[in-house]
């Protein structure tokens, strides 16, 4: 496994993804204002904040679903509605397709986008990226003979299997329990060290953040500014849970929402 | 009119079964015979009932059952000049339920992706059709193409669409804005998104509409040709019903039963299990 230690936070990778004042707004009510930041080749970037604030927004911009109001954005050195080739999502919820089983719901992006050769070699890439997340027996299954977690693993493969530069990931461990979310999480964190993709990753959980992330943004609510840039250089996997050190940034990152112990992952079942 | 299409439909949004039920109990032996002597005996008691009858009253008030069912072998294969009426009827009813369900898929197309015509074709449109009095189509069909395939198809069309675009507009409500944008994000190409995504989501209630629209039309053909047609199975039930032959007139609406019965089970059953076995696949495998 890659150990991703030390974050270059000053060297002279050109970033993948750059948002650069970008601002957004539903007819009058304004969700992004003027909001910059960058994401480097390989990195594990969370867009940290309250429910409802910018953050799944942004995910969109980036992935050129929506435009923006105004500003700039470029991805892999192109515009978004072009550069929609390099990345894929995954969501809150799996979003599969009920009528395929799961090794047919992998190949799904791959036939939607018309990649990753003829049916065969579709087949062999999806079973790949099934035993990738440890889904290799599920391959025949329907996805609602599946748990949660299950269902989320087979969109993190189908997700993978494009082989894409970035993965966008919109609160995918907000919807399961929590030890199926603590599993997730760690099993998402193997599966970026083992593929080297550059991850934005979109959730209002603390400890999620801190447990998987390279840097932190921290958003405001609506209307939202980017409160803070946070790096996380400290080695994996981490104790996020107990280690004293990342405690004490659960408390500091939650006193930036301004509401101390309470609001950010109020939603979470913890705490 | 609401009509329950797909009983414990997928919800095929999240992919889980949201109104799976709770599994049926378990029944004994006993319960299971006794089902079936119900099932088998009644309509055996009521044939045996019924032949009773028949000798004591005249055959056009009850005919004799042996007699109705001799016809209806003749109705089904037995003598060309009657079955002729039969296939007759079929073929404008197969007619009928493919254009009806074409008809249908095009208008809830349009009223789903022409917002601006939704509430022309909902609000208008579909109650319109939905409250149009068959008989008045029947009639209406007669006096436009006067006696003729044209005026029945025209009628049973008219009366069975509303089924098929009530069916098939159900479907593309349900069809949801996530899974549409999932498949956006993996491609531009809305070809691609239809075919791997939209028909298949659809597929059962296309096939629901199908075979809602079958037997309905089939009940509407007996009403389109009593007024619009000179052959067919509802024409030699109008001319039995003159010439007060009930043999010929049980013995077509026997017919129709049994054509009903046979496609329902025999093709429309099967490819329906195939199409939801997903769910079944799903429920088994937990």
């Not at chain 1, 679903?65 to 954005?73: D, E, N």
């Not at chain 1, 997340?133 to 025949?140: R, S, Y």
């Not at chain 1, 400890?207 to 405001?220: K, N, P, Q, Y």
């Amino acid at each position: 496994m890659r150990q991703p230690t030390t974050v270059p936070t000053e060297s002279g990778t050109a970033p993948i993804i750059e948002l650069s004042d970008v601002t957004t707004a539903f007819g009058q009510e304004k969700v992004l204002d003027e909001v910059s930041f960058d994401v480097r080749p390989g990195e594990f970037l969370c867009l940290l904040g309250p429910s409802g604030c910018g953050k799944s927004t942004s995910l969109r911009l980036i992935g050129g679903l929506l435009p923006p109001t105004s500003g700039h954005i470029e991805v892999a050195g192109q515009p978004p509605e072009a550069a929609w080739t390099e990345l894929t999502y995954v969501f809150q919820q799996p979003r599969l397709l009920p009528w395929r089983t799961v090794l047919a719901n992998v190949m799904l992006g791959m036939e939607l986008r018309g990649t990753g050769g003829d049916r065969t070699r579709r087949q062999a890439r999806a079973a790949a990226q099934l035993e990738l997340v440890g889904l290799a027996e599920a391959a025949g299954k329907y996805p609602g003979a599946l748990s949660g977690g299950e269902r989320q693993r087979v969109a993190i493969a189908r997700a993978l299997a494009l082989d894409p530069q970035v993965i966008l990931m919109d609160e995918p461990l907000s919807a399961l329990d929590v030890s199926t979310k603590q599993r997730l999480r760690a099993e998402i964190q193997n599966v970026w060290a083992y593929t080297g993709k550059t991850v934005v990753f979109v959730t209002h959980d603390i400890s999620e953040a801190l447990f998987l992330a390279d840097r932190i943004i921290v958003f405001s609510g609506k209307p939202t500014r980017i409160l803070r840039e946070f790096a996380v250089s400290h080695p994996r996997p981490r104790e996020v849970d107990s280690d004293p050190v990342f405690l004490a940034m659960h408390t500091e990152l939650r006193e930036l929402f301004g509401v101390p112990d309470a609001s950010a992952d109020a939603e979470g079942p913890r705490q | 009119m609401t009509i329950d299409l797909l009983p414990g439909a997928p919800d095929r949004r999240t992919g889980s079964r949201s109104r799976r039920s709770t599994p049926p109990p378990k029944h004994g032996r006993a319960w299971r015979a006794s089902r079936l002597t119900l099932m088998n005996g009644a309509p055996v008691l009521l044939i045996i009932g019924w032949w009773v009858a028949s000798r004591y009253q005249p055959a056009y008030i009850v005919p004799d059952p042996l007699a109705v069912l001799h016809r209806t072998w003749d109705l089904l294969a037995g003598d060309r000049a009657l079955f002729a009426n039969t296939y007759i009827s079929f073929a404008r009813v197969g007619i009928s339920v493919l254009i009806a369900v074409a008809l249908g898929t095009a208008i809830a197309l349009t009223a789903k992706y022409v917002t601006v015509l939704e509430g022309l074709l909902v609000d208008r449109l579909m109650v319109f059709v939905n409250a149009f009095p068959s008989i008045g189509w029947a009639i209406a069909g007669m006096y436009w193409f006067g006696v003729s395939t044209p005026a029945v198809i025209f009628v049973e069309v008219a009366i069975i669409l509303p089924f098929t675009l009530i069916t098939i507009w159900e479907g593309l409500k349900a069809l949801d804005a996530e899974l549409m944008e999932m498949a956006q994000s993996f491609t531009r190409d809305t070809g691609r998104i239809i075919v791997k995504v939209v028909a298949p989501f659809l597929a059962p209630y296309l096939f629901s509409a199908l075979r809602i629209s079958y037997a309905g039309a089939w009940k509407v053909a007996i009403i389109a040709e009593i007024f619009g047609a000179s052959e067919g199975l509802g024409y030699l039930l109008n001319t039995a019903r003159e010439q007060f032959d009930s043999t010929t007139l049980y013995a077509c609406i026997l017919t129709l039963i049994l054509i009903v019965y046979v496609v329902d089970k025999g093709i429309f059953r099967p490819v329906e299990t195939k199409l939801l076995r997903y769910r079944k696949a799903a429920s088994s495998h937990r």
